[in-house]
């Protein structure tokens, strides 16, 4: 039985730091891309970083470039993203998912991820 679960979401004041955590089990972690994305309220639920199963490519949505970075460790079957310059618009669940594409194009897509994790809430206040 594959398991996501998400880790380090809070409350924080616009300018500060998170760090979340998605630790997997139940699959071959090395062997999977993983991607976080993130839900807002009344919205659709949004890319906004990926990382392949070695690590070589990593992806992020303008939005969130120079201010967040995702990480793994294969080791610890764990993925992480490092949430800097908080802003109040960050405010959303935000989701792991396992799957996706070692590909340059198509891995933004929450149809090519096969597992996802519950999420966990980030609330920045402005």
């Known amino acids: 039985q594959v398991r996501l679960v998400e880790s380090g979401g809070g409350l924080v004041q616009a300018g500060g730091s998170l760090r979340v955590s998605c630790a997997a089990s139940?699959?071959?972690?090395?062997?999977?891309?993983m991607g976080w994305f993130r839900q807002a309220p009344g919205k659709e639920r949004e890319f906004v970083a990926r990382?392949?199963?070695?690590?070589?490519?990593?992806n992020y949505v303008d939005s969130v470039k120079g201010r967040f970075t995702i990480s793994r460790d294969n080791a610890k079957n764990t993925v992480y993203l490092q949430m800097n310059s908080l802003k109040p618009e960050d405010t959303a669940v935000y989701y792991c998912?396992?799957?996706?594409?070692?590909?340059?194009?198509?891995?933004?897509?929450?149809?090519?991820?096969?597992?996802w994790g519950q999420g966990t809430q980030v609330t920045v206040s402005s």
């Open positions: 990382i392949s199963w070695g690590g070589g490519r990593i």
């Open positions: 998912a396992a799957g996706g594409t070692s590909s340059s194009v198509g891995y933004d897509s929450t149809r090519v991820y096969d597992y």
């Open positions: 139940g699959l071959p972690f090395s062997s999977y891309n």
